[in-house]
């Protein structure tokens, strides 16, 4: 009787080889999936100034905060050095889902790969999930401002934590990344997930904090955590005259209609340090005479940035 063959597996020397063989070409780009359980970037020192981060991300219904649920939960908590902004280790994982009482949009299915058959009778393990919260000194999503409201409805200790956002906190432009989306920063670093899963979109955003910015060299979660603890000033150029808004524009203010108690007005998010700065401008190049008592200024702790205290 013949033997039947076993499939041909790559060891790891073998599988390194291929790649850079692939890569001296010039004509391929090898992707490799992120998997931190075998990621040689950890340095699992024993840190004396030990502070635990989470990485988070959510899986939802819908886009309306106030009305749509989670249905997916994902978090990876890491240790980390504050000062150096060195990742050492992962100390835990999460991942859940939770029944929304109602039937999933096609969309949603779509987008996810979730069914409604995966989350029947399912329920987010509030006690694992408000452990984590009480160890961790920062949290950090791919989009802050989309998740923090989700999960502050559901987990009202996430209210009493920073959080940080690897899109909105990192400058990618000036790193010549033009696009943010966490699948195509990951692509160019040479990483790839199973995108839209919670705990896969977390475990990317860790990997992507192990990364080192392509331009300036620095470490991305370094540059995070130095930015998320600064906080920041919404200007609001109420009242700005109407044929100054490309100015305006070009200046990066947007647009605000009113809604969510905010003024109806060109608007503007900085750094609080730079609040002098642009008066000064606003001063010179937007109001006439230089008045600018119209201008309101809304500042926002880092506790409450990107929540809905934010406003």
Request: charged letters at 25%; glycine letters at 6%; one cysteine or more.
């Amino acid at each position: 009787m013949k033997k039947k063959k076993e499939p041909q597996t790559f060891n790891q020397l073998e599988a390194e080889i291929a790649i850079t063989s692939l890569h001296a070409t010039g004509d391929y780009l090898v992707l490799r999936k992120v998997n931190l359980d075998q990621d040689s970037r950890f340095s699992r020192k024993s840190l004396s100034t030990r502070r635990i981060g989470l990485c988070l991300d959510t899986e939802t219904t819908g886009l309306n905060q106030t009305e749509d649920k989670i249905i997916e939960l994902g978090i990876v908590a890491f240790e980390y050095e504050p000062t150096t902004g060195e990742i050492t280790r992962i100390t835990g994982r999460y991942n859940g889902f939770e029944d929304p009482g109602h039937p999933l949009a096609k969309e949603i299915i779509e987008i996810t790969g979730i069914t409604d058959e995966m989350i029947k009778g399912q329920q987010l393990d509030d006690s694992t999930i408000n452990q984590l919260a009480e160890q961790a000194c920062l949290v950090i999503a791919h989009n802050a401002a989309f998740d923090r409201p989700f999960v502050e409805q559901r987990f009202p200790r996430f209210k009493t934590i920073p959080w940080a956002c690897t899109v909105t906190q990192i400058d990618w432009q000036a790193e010549r990344l033009q696009a943010r989306s966490l699948e195509y920063l990951l692509f160019k670093f040479g990483w790839c997930i199973n995108a839209h899963r919670a705990l896969d979109d977390a475990e990317g955003v860790l990997g992507l904090l192990l990364e080192q910015l392509p331009i300036s060299g620095n470490p991305v979660f370094k540059v995070l955590l130095e930015n998320s603890a600064e906080s920041i000033t919404k200007l609001y150029a109420v009242n700005s005259p109407f044929d100054r808004k490309d100015l305006l524009k070009q200046r990066g203010y947007r647009w605000s209609d009113g809604s969510n108690g905010t003024p109806k007005s060109w608007w503007i998010s900085i750094p609080e340090s730079r609040e002098q700065e642009e008066f000064s401008y606003l001063a010179t190049e937007i109001y006439p005479g230089g008045r600018t008592d119209s201008v309101e200024i809304r500042r926002v702790s880092p506790l409450d940035r990107f929540s809905c205290r934010e406003g």
